[in-house]
């Protein structure tokens, strides 16, 4: 999450000065790094050469049509419109990571 907190702006004014094809990479890392927040989540073992985004659906602690959001990311990493859609999933994370404490507890 604080990984996500320091590069999610630098890679939104990559978007802003229109250098695309530099912000496609950091959105990539992040997009690998979320799915692995996931599985962290979910205490799951994330193997990093598998994709696992179909596992994702069924985790427990997931944001709503995670499978599709994710894939479309993955297509276009290279659009604003995915940072967005990230960036929101990184928020959510956040909710579902504060949900996870309590009802464990």
């Given at each position: 999450m604080n990984e996500w907190k320091g590069k999610s702006g630098y890679i939104s004014n990559l978007f802003h000065e229109r250098k695309i094809q530099e912000a496609s990479f950091p959105m990539q890392?992040?997009?690998?790094?979320?799915?692995?927040?996931?599985?962290?989540?979910n205490?799951?073992?994330?193997?990093?050469?598998?994709?696992?985004?179909?596992?994702?659906?069924n985790f427990t602690y997931k944001p709503l049509n995670i499978k599709e959001r994710i894939q479309f990311?993955?297509?276009y990493p290279h659009?604003?419109?995915?940072?967005i859609h990230l960036n929101e999933l990184y928020k959510e994370a956040e909710k579902l990571y504060a949900k996870a404490e309590i009802l464990e507890q």
């Open positions: 890392q992040s997009i690998k790094n979320y799915i692995h927040l996931l599985f962290l989540l205490k799951e073992k994330w193997d990093e050469e598998l994709d696992g985004v179909d596992k994702l659906e990311i993955q297509s659009q604003y419109h995915s940072y």
